[in-house]
């Protein structure tokens, strides 16, 4: 009783922090590429200000609900023992990716609080830095986290085989196309969390160590 209630809880959880990461994505709306005008840009983040200084928040919210999340996800992969190493390398993984979207957070209020204060030349300088400066951490640490939680689930039954081989192929999408790491994290976050609440209170096989075998 008590392993279904975390294990439902978990699965809630994740996907609270998928809400939160497509909320965090959507507010504001598409930013000003790398490539617009300075009045452009202007343009956006005075007309956006409010909206991107919320984006800001919904983020720094994902990340808190995110690590305990990916935390508690991590003790629930690494119930063999053997995969502890594997499972610790999918959280690290999460660590990065929560970074780049601290990183991406604080972009947001620097653009929503510089924009009535600085040059058209700093405002582009920032814009180009909230479009590419964290992309390849958050592709890196999606696929990461991926791949090292993938590689556990496939060694193990901890949670089904099938779920750790998605990981594994969202991640070389991360990896191949970084701009896509995130989305393929929430993807694979998403999958994950219906399947845990699927099997919540579902009795199910022993973990096996397939190392050992």
């Keep these: 009783m008590h392993e279904a209630r975390s294990q439902r809880l978990l699965g809630i959880a994740g ?49 808190l609900e995110g690590v305990f999340f990916f935390w508690f996800l ?29 990183i991406a957070a604080g ?8 924009v009535n204060h600085v040059s058209p ?16 951490l958050s592709g890196a640490g999606a696929a990461v986290f991926l791949v090292g939680t993938g590689i556990a689930l496939i060694r193990s039954a901890t949670l089904p085989r099938w779920l750790g081989w998605v990981g594994v192929v ?6 191949a196309i970084s701009p896509l790491g995130g989305a393929a994290a929430g993807l694979w976050v998403l999958i994950a969390s ?8 579902k009795t199910t096989p022993a973990p096996v160590d397939t190392a050992a075998t």
């Design 15 to 63: 996907l609270v922090f998928v809400a939160l990461f497509i909320a965090a994505s959507s507010v504001a709306g598409t930013t000003p590429d790398v490539h617009a005008s300075a009045a452009k840009i202007i343009a956006f983040y005075h007309q956006h200000k409010t909206a991107v200084e919320i984006q800001a928040w919904i983020i720094e919210l994902a990340i």
């Design 74 to 102: 991590r003790d629930r992969v690494c119930v063999v023992a053997a995969n502890r190493p594997f499972a610790n390398v999918g959280f690290a993984g999460a660590v990065l990716f929560a970074a780049s979207g601290g």
């Design 107 to 114: 972009l947001y209020f620097c653009l929503g609080e510089a």
């Design 170 to 175: 969202l991640a070389a999408i991360a990896i």
């Design 121 to 136: 030349a700093v405002m582009q300088t920032l814009n180009v830095l909230q479009n590419d400066l964290n992309i390849a």
């Design 194 to 201: 219906v399947t845990l609440l699927v099997l919540a209170g």
